[in-house]
């Protein structure tokens, strides 16, 4: 991975970050609602709560990267 990136890359980066933050809204405010529902008990049931959640953002980040992509099929050859 580049430490810098160009300024199209940074654009592009960007772009993604939106889309990805806009895909993922509401596994966003499903991890805040588990934290604020939780109390004290961060651990346990909500860790692996909140993990799954997370396991599903990174999904759609690739799902949101892929279709970004000019070569990426829309479905099968």
């Known amino acids: 991975m ?3 990136l160009t300024p199209t890359q940074e654009a ?4 993604l970050a939106e889309a990805i933050a806009e895909a993922a809204t509401e596994e966003f405010l499903q991890i805040a609602r588990t934290l604020v529902g939780s109390g004290d008990n961060l651990f346990g ?8 959640v997370l396991l599903r953002v990174g999904a759609k980040v690739y799902q949101q ?9 829309k479905g099968p050859a």
Do not use: W
């Open 12 to 15: 592009e980066a960007r772009q």
């Open 45 to 52: 049931k909500t860790e692996f709560t909140i993990r799954d």
């Open 65 to 73: 990267h892929l279709a970004q992509k000019k070569t990426a099929m």
């Open 2 to 4: 580049q430490a810098t």
